[in-house]
């Protein structure tokens, strides 16, 4: 894979118009204004513990090096701790580098790269983390801190406003980052971003779980990056020719293949071969590994008569509030009952906790929290796999690892993960899927009604509420959805991240581009 000098111009073959051009260009010229030029700027970076998954993941977190030392990234993975040998080990791997780019927004994009990392770490490679966003005097992470503000704001704007949802919302995130002319804005702005690889081998396999890391990873001449697309939607959002692209769904595969409806104008050439695969979905190891045990627990919990626990995983910038207040208060009496348990995770947002209970009458007797960090998180979590568990209980922490890993520790001994429909669509846990926040997240949920694993999404409150009285009442429910995870389990369904990190170690295959 070669960088193109110019990846705005075309995508794939399909050439963008010349105004579409110009705006590209415009774009970066406006961002370069903004927030300065520092495209003459060696950044030399270093690798440092990285919170919370260093030590359960092994991850290595590339920051600016506080000494001006250049990062040589084999010699500190050869120093590194290596990794554990699991069922997943790759004979050979020896804790060899892998990089994992990815940026904050919302949670998503942290919690893919999580799982991107797991899977490298079981499999015996060293995970390195670059937030691309996290570089305080970059221009690059200037530019995405903007863009991830704009969108939160949107987000936020979304669910308050029901016209400004309708008629812009919902048609920007499922039509508007469809359409083939919106990657070339992204194409001119990610080219801000390649001062920060300076110290970077070309050769070393990378990662990108947002396109924005993945598009600029092919600028600064990679020439093994992978670009896990999120969505399943196909959205020309998500391109970033030069890198091997992978999605977790057939439909996925076959939509973005075909460029599917990204220029109405005009039939766009395909993706060529070996360009794009369809991997599965990309979940934790220890997520993964734990399948058969974790169903057999939620079995017997829920089929034994004993409380059915719920997890909800409010999102970080508090959107649903309203939903989320009714459902925790709906299920008050059920918890007072001793027959349903409340985890609710609000991630790095204490004000969101603040309002539920504010919102929620009788919540505060009745919730415990957990703000002390990820070590109480992830006892109370040990202890619950097999432990009883009662009330409502509260998790929140302003460590973005903490606030995002907690989910995945609390995932394992829980009975129903009341989401909506994002990334968690592809996790391994009976789930509740509640109304999207953008309309690229419907295609989330169509995916995971049709494995058997989660519900299809549900628009307004009252069918959400009676599900949780489906789920009270009819024990059966969620022992059919364990039978579905235990299904696709089997077919190699929850197995993408380990494929996306082969795809980015040893490159494409020859044939076929379906894995």
């Known amino acids: 894979m070669e960088a193109s000098t110019d990846q705005a111009r075309s995508a794939f073959g399909n050439e963008q118009d010349d105004a579409t051009y110009q705006k590209a260009v415009q774009s ?50 050869a120093q590194a701790p290596k990794p554990p040998t699991t069922n997943r080990t790759v004979e050979g791997a020896n804790g060899a580098p892998v990089i994992v780019g990815n940026i904050r927004m919302g ?23 670059l937030d691309l966003a996290s570089f305080k005097d970059a221009t690059g992470s200037k530019v995405i801190r903007y863009q991830n503000d704009l969108y939160s704001k949107g987000s ?61 990873a092919v600028h600064a001449g990679m020439t093994h990056v992978v670009n896990a697309i999120p969505d399943n939607w196909p959205m020309a959002l998500h391109l970033a020719e030069g890198s091997i692209h992978t999605v977790q769904t057939p439909s996925a595969y076959l939509g973005y293949h075909q460029l599917r409806g990204m220029d109405p104008a ?90 539920l209970l504010r919102s929620v009458d009788g919540l505060r007797s009745e919730a415990l929290p957990h703000f002390e960090g990820i070590d109480e998180v992830a006892r109370f979590a040990a202890a619950a796999l097999d432990g009883d568990v009662s009330g409502v209980h509260a998790f929140c922490d302003k460590d973005i690892f903490t606030a995002v890993y907690s989910s995945n520790l609390l995932m394992r001994c829980s009975d129903v993960l009341v989401t909506k429909p994002s990334e968690f669509s592809f996790y391994p846990v ?57 299904d696709a389990a089997q077919a190699g369904i929850y197995d993408g991240a380990y494929r996306v990190i082969d795809l980015a170690v040893n490159g494409a295959p020859t044939l076929p581009a379906v894995r």
């Open 107 to 129: 949670f998503g994009h942290y919690r893919i790269s999580m799982a991107m990392a797991s899977a490298a770490h079981a499999m015996g490679y060293t995970p390195y983390w």
């Open 156 to 216: 936020r704007i979304s669910q308050r406003v029901g016209a400004f949802n309708k008629l812009v919302w919902e048609p920007l995130n499922s039509e508007g980052f469809r359409k083939l002319s919106y990657n070339a804005a992204d194409q001119k702005n990610a080219e801000l971003c390649v001062p920060l690889f300076h110290d970077i081998d070309k050769d070393i396999p990378y990662v990108g779980t947002h396109v924005w890391p993945s598009q600029a």
């Open 266 to 355: 005009r039939q766009l050439k395909p993706m060529p071969e070996g360009s794009i695969y369809y991997t599965g979905h990309y979940v934790d190891h220890e997520l993964v590994s734990n399948i058969p045990k974790d169903c057999a627990r939620r079995r017997n919990r829920v089929m034994g008569g004993g409380p059915v626990r719920y997890l909800l995983s409010v999102g970080g910038a508090g959107a649903q509030q309203e939903l989320f207040a009714a459902i925790v208060e709906h299920l008050l009496p059920y918890v007072r009952r001793g027959e349903a348990v409340v985890f609710v995770n609000v991630g790095d947002h204490r004000k969101v906790w603040d309002a």
């Open 430 to 486: 009976p789930k509740l899927m509640i109304h999207r926040v953008g309309g690229h997240e419907a295609w989330g949920a169509i995916r995971a009604a049709e494995v058997g694993d989660g519900t299809y999404e549900m628009d307004d409150t009252a069918e959400v509420l009676s599900m949780i009285d489906s789920f009270q009442r009819e024990r059966g429910l969620l022992g059919f959805m364990c039978d579905r995870i235990e």
């Open 28 to 77: 970066k010229e406006r961002y370069l204004r903004r927030f300065g030029d520092d495209s003459k700027t060696v950044y030399h970076l270093s690798a440092a513990p990285t919170p919370v998954i260093g030590d359960m993941l092994g991850v290595r977190n590339l920051v600016i090096s506080p000494d001006g030392t250049p990062l040589d990234i084999r010699a500190d993975a």
